[in-house]
């Protein structure tokens, strides 16, 4: 198969998002076979993989923050960006390079060809091999879809992270909390400790057999620690946080939201387990600065974030039903006369269970 050659960045992201026509493809077959014709570039850095269906982001740029701030090169792989595609793979807060993108592509184009892989499936390649080449030490890398055969689950990560459970994605993960459970609960390695947020006891009991199985070690968050929140503003919150490992007092958060709380429960659970395993002292200044300087780390934006104050203008990325419940608690923070919402959403998603939800809120 002829490789195509591309000399200018914009007709290489185009030929990327050109691949999003061939859809999902929910299997190991394609991400294996780049991987073997990049020589494996997963297993030249240490990595912590996140499943969930919400607060995948948060927890993900949570964990990048404070190992960076621990003095690591940290890579962090999310998806989906907002206005950039480079978003979705930092090294230390900076984006991957275009230069980068443009050889990656024309190297592999040969392969793509061939063997016609997803958009998702090339995007991870490029994360993997980039994160290889910089030479990162660890890399903390959010799942696309579910767990079981998203195409980051060829990682034999440190620890193991699910966030929550809800309905999405249902044509490939089933549309049952136990189905979606136990696909999200693919990601559970063998010895691999793992994490898991809050969810109901139907998932907790789904994960504490799989966990069973792999003899993996499984913490639940809520059990470990305790977040109080102080006081908060529109653009975040000072919490309290008490623990098994670790209690801190008057921590700021830079994105509002009570949902938030379990992420950060989730979040330092993780960590106590990175550091125990890795044999890492993370101290008070390391979490603090990994909270605080979170946006700047991770680029994590559109969280319920506020992005104009006259006219006041939030914006939100939210895309199932328990996400939208959130933003409902979030207005709380806000001070309005009026509200207006402007709603989009997939069709594939429950948009009129969402849509019914938010009109109740709106004014508009």
Same mark, same amino acid.
């Given at each position: 198969?002829?490789?195509?050659?591309?000399?200018?960045?914009?007709?290489?992201?185009?030929?990327?998002?050109?691949?999003?026509?061939?859809?999902?493809?929910?299997?190991?077959?394609?991400?294996?076979?780049?991987?073997?014709?990049?020589?494996?570039?997963?297993?030249?850095?240490?990595?912590?993989?996140?499943?969930?269906?919400?607060?995948?982001?948060?927890?993900?740029?949570?964990?990048?923050?404070?190992?960076?701030?621990?003095?690591?090169?940290?890579?962090?792989?999310?998806?989906?960006?907002? @206005?950039?595609?480079?978003?979705?793979?930092?090294?230390?807060?900076?984006?991957?390079?275009?230069?980068?993108?443009?050889?990656?592509?024309?190297?592999?184009?040969?392969?793509?060809?061939?063997?016609?892989?997803?958009?998702?499936?090339?995007?991870?390649?490029?994360?993997?091999?980039?994160?290889?080449?910089?030479?990162?030490?660890?890399?903390?890398?959010?799942?696309?879809?579910?767990?079981?055969?998203?195409?980051?689950?060829?990682?034999?990560?440190?620890?193991?992270?699910?966030?929550?459970?809800?309905?999405?994605?249902?044509?490939?993960?089933?549309?049952?909390?136990? *189905?979606? *459970?136990?696909?999200?609960?693919?990601?559970?390695?063998?010895?691999?400790?793992?994490?898991?947020?809050?969810?109901?006891?139907?998932?907790?009991?789904?994960?504490?057999?799989?966990?069973?199985?792999?003899?993996?070690?499984?913490?639940?968050?809520?059990?470990?620690?305790?977040?109080?929140?102080?006081?908060?503003?529109? @653009?975040?919150?000072?919490?309290?946080?008490?623990?098994?490992?670790?209690?801190?007092?008057?921590?700021?958060?830079?994105?509002?939201?009570?949902?938030?709380?379990?992420?950060?429960?989730?979040?330092?659970?993780?960590?106590?387990?990175?550091?125990?395993?890795?044999?890492?002292?993370?101290?008070?200044?390391?979490?603090?600065?990994?909270?605080?300087?979170?946006?700047?780390? *991770?680029?994590?934006?559109?969280?319920?974030?506020?992005?104009?104050?006259?006219?006041?203008?939030?914006?939100?990325?939210?895309?199932?039903?328990?996400?939208?419940?959130?933003? *409902?608690?979030?207005?709380?923070?806000?001070?309005?006369?009026?509200?207006?919402?402007?709603?989009?959403?997939?069709?594939?998603?429950?948009? @009129?269970?969402?849509?019914?939800?938010?009109?109740?809120?709106?004014?508009?």
């Amino acid at each position: 198969m002829n490789k195509i050659k591309f000399t200018n960045y914009e007709k290489c992201i185009d030929y990327l998002f050109n691949l999003e026509r061939r859809g999902i493809k929910y299997n190991l077959k394609n991400i294996t076979s780049l991987l073997k014709t990049l020589n494996n570039p997963e297993r030249n850095f240490k990595s912590v993989h996140i499943a969930g269906t919400n607060g995948k982001g948060s927890v993900s740029s949570i964990i990048n923050s404070v190992l960076i701030e621990k003095g690591f090169k940290t890579g962090l792989y999310t998806s989906p960006h907002i @206005k950039d595609f480079r978003e979705r793979i930092l090294i230390n807060g900076s984006m991957i390079s275009k230069k980068f993108i443009l050889d990656f592509v024309n190297k592999l184009s040969g392969e793509i060809e061939k063997i016609k892989p997803s958009f998702f499936e090339v995007t991870t390649a490029l994360a993997f091999e980039y994160f290889s080449f910089r030479k990162v030490k660890y890399a903390v890398i959010e799942t696309g879809l579910g767990g079981r055969l998203d195409s980051t689950n060829v990682l034999m990560p440190v620890v193991s992270v699910i966030t929550s459970i809800g309905i999405d994605h249902t044509e490939f993960l089933g549309n049952t909390i136990k *189905s979606i *459970s136990t696909e999200k609960a693919g990601i559970i390695k063998t010895n691999v400790p793992v994490v898991s947020g809050k969810v109901t006891d139907e998932s907790g009991k789904v994960f504490k057999n799989i966990a069973k199985e792999k003899n993996a070690a499984l913490l639940f968050a809520d059990n470990n620690y305790k977040v109080k929140i102080i006081n908060s503003d529109e @653009k975040g919150f000072k919490f309290n946080l008490k623990g098994s490992e670790r209690s801190y007092e008057n921590f700021y958060f830079p994105v509002p939201g009570d949902y938030q709380i379990n992420n950060i429960k989730t979040s330092v659970t993780a960590l106590d387990l990175i550091s125990n395993k890795e044999n890492i002292v993370f101290d008070k200044v390391n979490f603090k600065n990994g909270f605080k300087n979170l946006r700047i780390n *991770s680029n994590l934006y559109g969280r319920f974030e506020l992005i104009s104050k006259d006219p006041k203008i939030v914006i939100d990325v939210s895309h199932n039903l328990q996400g939208i419940k959130n933003i *409902s608690e979030n207005l709380k923070c806000f001070k309005f006369k009026k509200l207006i919402i402007i709603f989009a959403m997939m069709d594939d998603k429950q948009f @009129k269970d969402c849509l019914l939800y938010t009109s109740d809120a709106a004014d508009e």
